[in-house]
């Protein structure tokens, strides 16, 4: 698995120093601008040529029917896919006529690069026009996080060595020509022209297009308006049509002379809210980005980031290039969540249209916890979006004759997406993950208001759920059958460890959470008896142990299966998936993605450390890696039971994943839950941070290869820094109050405020390492 | 579960005395006549109104394209659906302009009589027109079981009170107007207008119309030919469209004065054949079939029907309704195979477009039992089809990772055509059928030729298909994981009992073939050494079995599982597969078609008496016959275990199942394996006919209801006699030759040609019978 590598090292910046038209897919993602609620691709200024053109709004989907080869009961009929929304990042450039097109005329000189602390994108292009004139184009493009309906470009041309007739258009375009779609089931569909036209407007520098989505019935509004300067006469002129508004500037410059014109985008949607509603707060929006102006927005972005930063930062000594990598995860993590408020965190977060743009698991298991310790506001509000599609999950759950409610495994709006089953709704373990993250957050960041309502309903609402799913065999055992796990080469078994367990833990925090807020428990008919039987149920929790290996199987039967021949199987038969029918993957023993490994990165309670060892050394042996998700945790897993080397090697691949390319498919969008189980790599991974009830513990350990890893993590409100070298590791709380137990290489901690506890680290021999299948070992960072 | 009974007992008729508009779907499918290639169902002649118009040919079908709603790697791009062919049944009749319709005027009388001898349906109505014309029509339809392709009407109309001017229109219709798809999945979806025009003509008597299919590029061409009689003058005119020829007469009869008309019909489609070839095929056909004449049609039909009855005649005496629907079943039996000759039997045959007229396992395990003792050319015919598909089951397990062949769960040309695989291509089980089949019908037939070439093909590439499916596990047993039995309310389990057993019977038998015709086997590359391998699997197959319980889980884990809520259950919510999501039925112990029942049916020498009897118990009362596959086999076990007088409410069931229409979707088509279950319920279940080796075994044993049941069977070419009292059997090889050993009720007896031998029936007590999911017991017959 090797890709193409982004530019030059160096630690807050992303930097393209060559355009290769093969790659502007990788770099359109890499390059996206995003505040969580509006996204743009980095496609070039003058629209083309692109990989895929991309501006999305989250939450703005269109329905896509799903007719079935054999309907079912209870499969749902309609997907949703996020579309492509009116675009307005298009500026077209003529120089005496020709199209400024990078296909025709030479690129002198070209650069782009991502500001990772300033959250802009720069691009300064030297082109000569096929006709002789050479022209200098400068851009910057920023999304911003302080103004989240407000995107913004400054654009500035100039001819270098001879007088120019220079035209600018700037539009809004809707229903863009979208490439075809691939044969690759995980690449989106796109859906073609789905906006239909509501209004138009045009007048003095701004317009607006507004319209409507044919099935989803959701209307859309972007507007734009400019600032010019030029040092001479511009003739101007503005227009809109149905799927097109342009402002057009002409003039003529000398080698020197410099137009420049700022351009301020607005994006609004919304399901209920009427035209002139959506009108006025559209227009409101550019209004209040004209009044802090360029210069305000710039300076508003640059302390957003400075904030996040101070938060989220980590230092990684010994490896610049994880280092750049890292903050460059971190930084997208925050773009695809900021300003969600209310809407989901996507897959690809708002970079592209993969997965159809749907929210997974993949929110709660993978990013959550990088939010819940750097942005908590955005953990809440990603929270919030889930609670509120509750009772959407109600009634699914009621669907599926069950009791309390039933998450969507693929869902933009709330509602069940998945076509096929067995991958989708069968994959309960969803329920238990928003579980999971609801009692972390509340946790981690004491928010009780949240614990108390939110948090509870979520906890109680999941808990019915597996109590309903669940039920007491003739031993006394309580059996979770027929669903699947988080491995997606395997699907409906039963008793799956990792759903077993996070299920256990679910059921747990529930009961805790109705004996903590016994009234708010009350509305929702909870109470000490119902939570008995959730403690019951927990306590009887199956787990399958194969006592002839002394494994755990990931569910019952697995490791009885048939193994995967991989001595027979070729580099390029990956992944598996796309040249193997799922039916001869779910018979044998065969690991997309960490599953039972998983269940040990979230339950390493549940294992003694020679089962943990033995586990992890027999997954290792059948785990291909052919999803994304899998590689953080098992660089968790592999620090924990102390392969340390090997468990960078997988921090690597989580870290580069697109930044290398290694998908071959991060022009679709960027792998947001591998750029957040980066920081889980390394800070849960080489830090050994888990939850324990409502302690943190650590367990730091640095591989050859690094000096230093630092970063900071919230604890109960506050902040605690983590220093760990390869021989101790030392621990401050940073703000004031009271003092806190933490655990230390499983010893406890009392950490006073401001008092810096430095320890040491215990050596670790975990012996030889475990291998992977033939040719699917991480590559190696040591 | 009760529907609408046809009429009146009889022996040897299925009699319509009056015209419910609501049950003419029923009557089209009950009324179909067919012969294996050409299916016409009961369509009134003057095509309206209609359940379904339909006219088939074995075969000939539309690919209809399955847009995944996830793609994925082996799942079929399309399916194939059975079409409505040119209608070549209409005759449309005026009488003094008023067009015979009976929703208008008065139809003073009507009766429509099925001849299970005459092999021909009878029509007679009076009817009086709006102005107040009375007439009588008469008609009378064949299929023809000696000429193929052709099928003919005699049309005979007469003025009962007064003189009338009266318009024959005797048609060809292409692309009729199909009534619309319900939401039921079982139903086929019709496909709109799958017939572009090739060429049309008109002379004379005749006319032709000749279409191609749009995407299966299928040729098809209907022509027909008229013979007038009529006393006065008859004027005359023939013309042809693009989807219309027709046939005018216009005359005018006194009182007592009829015009009689013959309509022959000639049927052809080839994929390959050009379209002179197919014109002079038709035309041929008809030429031939005008020869005969219609008085001959007649009577080849009915000699044929001869020899039919007096191999498949079976006696019910006691129960004369049974003893018309068995005969009823026995000919839809006969009219889905009798001339399918290297096309499948669908699993309605050609009588409708359920399951979109495809081939399921159905065919092998419950039709071609009778088959084999009854119509054993039919028999060698559905095999040579199955054989005739192999290179595409080849190509099918390649596609699977798999050796040998893979057969498809649903067809026609052989293609897997299913869209949802955990229901489809993981009930892997249609493979040992097959194979089954092929080693039954070559012992009971003494079938050498096929024996040692298409016979000993589909045994040695089945047996290789489970030798590479199946895997030794760490104790040295042969285990089958992830495949679907043949109950649909699981999927994808490990070591389905029905399926290695069944698989274990097939490596044995392929084995066999192998040391029997070691020329042809190596020219399969198969050998001795090859078939050790295939009798070692055989020998370690892994068969579960719950200690605790003292029963056979279906598969492993099942009774383990949660047991369904039957107490919640409403009647109304069946059957269950439209009324809750997969997932949950998959989960826990409901059965919707005899599966451990069906191992103990076809492998009654894997069990001790008493597994068999808790077996059969713990099922029943899990079982809810959701599927019309699950009666027949239900009978047979509960025979074997005693329980006669369940086993005859069974036997009920099975063979009422379109009579009383019990599933209330007889109108689609009727439940062809469901019939050749009523007839398997009385020989297999009363009779106790088993394939042991290469000899019968018997051990009959009647219920109180009746008092004797006689039928004959294939014995290696020659047949032989058995009827049964309550208290004895008979036996008598009806052909010279050796004498043959059976085995009656455990013990052997020799069989001399001509001497019948009676045998006493051991007494049973088989003890209370088990009890039936609420609401779900079979009606009682007692």
Known sequence: MTGQSLGPVEPWAVRETELQVSRLGQYESVFALANGHVGWRGNLDEGEPHGTPGSYLNGMYEQRPMPPAEPAYGNPESSETMINVTNGKIIRLLVDDEPFDIRYGTLRSHERVLDLRAGVLDREAEWVSPTGSTVRVRSRRLVSFTQRAIAAIRYEIEPITERARVVVQSELVANEELPQETGDPRAAGAVNSPLVHEADEARADSAILMHRTRLSRLRLAVAMDHQVQCPGQVRHHVESRHDLARLTLSTVLQPGERLAMVKFVAHGWSQARSWPALYDQVEGALATAALAGWEGLLAEQREYLDRFWDRAGIEVDGDDEVQQAVRFALFHVLQASARAEGRPIPAKGLTGTGYDGNAFWDTEIFVMPVLVNTVPEAAAAALRWRHGTLDLAR?????????????PWRTISGRECSGYWPAGTA???????????????????????????????????????????????????????????????????????YTNLMAQQNLRDAARAVHRHPGRAAALRANEQEAAGWLAAAQAMVIPFDERLGVHPQAEGFTDHEEWDFAATAQQDYPLLLHFPYFDLYRKQVVKQADLVLAMQFRPDCFTAEQMARNFAYYERRTVRDSSLSACSQAIVAAEVGHLDLAYDYVGEAVLMDWDDLRHDTSNGLHIAALGGAWMALVWGLGGLRRQGDQLRFAPRLPARLERLAFTVALRGRRLRVEATRLAARYLLMNGGEQVEIIHHGDRVVLLPGEPVSLPIPPVDAGPAPVQPPGRAPVPRR
Request: no cysteine.
């Open 395 to 407: 009634q699914r759950a009621r669907e599926l004759g069950l009791a309390g409610a039933a998450f």
């Open 427 to 497: 994959a309960f373990h969803i329920n238990a993950g928003i579980a999971e993250s609801a009692a972390a957050y509340a946790g981690v960041a004491a928010d009780e208001e949240f614990e108390a309502a939110e948090g509870l309903d979520l906890l109680v609402e999941t808990a019915r759920l597996w109590r309903s799913l669940g039920h007491y065999d003739a031993a006394g055992g309580f059996r979770i059958d027929g669903v699947t796990g988080p491995d997606e080469y395997s699907a409906i078994a039963d008793n799956n460890v």
